[in-house]
């Protein structure tokens, strides 16, 4: 089955900077766009950014210039570049294909806290 697990978050003051990773299995990694979703407490789960299987990335504003994703097959990983971090960028990340299943979906991995704050 699908399983997916995101790492590599943690409590970081703004301007630093955090490499997210996810780790998928239970599907055919390449041929699939990816994408890193977030999180905020009281706030819906939204799309960050995600990248093509041949490696053509879309981000929403907020992180553009900031955060960089890269992806490698074969190691059936995504990464989440993620600088210049601010307070709002606070939230739980997940990892899923994009578009993603219904956010209900049991395919969904634990995410990975990531906390910005002095």
């Known amino acids: 089955q699908v399983q997916l697990v995101e790492s590599g978050g943690g409590l970081v003051q703004p301007g630093e900077s955090l490499r997210l990773s996810c780790e998928a299995s239970g599907f055919i990694f390449s041929v699939f766009t990816m994408g890193w979703y977030r999180q905020a407490p009281g706030k819906k789960r939204d799309v960050v950014a995600h990248i093509s299987s041949d490696g053509r990335t879309n981000y929403v504003e907020s992180v553009k210039g900031r955060f960089i994703l890269f992806r490698d097959n074969a190691k059936k990983s995504v990464y989440l570049e993620m600088n210049s971090l601010k307070p709002e960028d606070t939230a739980v990340y997940y990892c899923?294909?994009?578009?993603?299943?219904?956010?209900?979906?049991?395919?969904w991995g634990q995410g990975t806290q990531v906390t910005v704050s002095s």
């Open positions: 899923h294909i994009y578009p993603p299943p219904d956010f209900s979906d049991d395919s």
